[in-house]
């Protein structure tokens, strides 16, 4: 009986976390999409009229819209980050190649190298140091 009530719990945690995500058939919704799903669910939830409809989808609307917006403002801003930092590395070792010797700035690379992998096999991301 455990069995049963622990997969009955799963089954709606993952059912949910599926649906808080956004996403129908695998792809994530526009904000018209989205604001009209919102309106249909609310109206029918609330028994709204057509007046009331109409007005809903335009909050919805405004609403999906900035929050998208929102959205591809912090992607943006974080891809100028990424780009910054990545600029400051390369100065970084720019001015530390002409600190070392040849033999010093080796065993400096080979330790970030090290340290890189130390920290996971999963590659260099965007915007990550990459020893050359």
Known sequence: MKKIGFLIVALLLTGGMAMAQGMRNGKKMDPKERAEKMTERMAKEYSLNEAQKKDLLEANMTLTEKMANRAEDKKAEME?????????????????KKILTEEQYAAYSKKQAERQNKMGDRGPRDGQRRNK
């Open 80 to 96: 100028e980050l990424r780009k910054e930092m990545q600029n400051n590395r390369d100065a970084y070792d720019a001015k530390l």
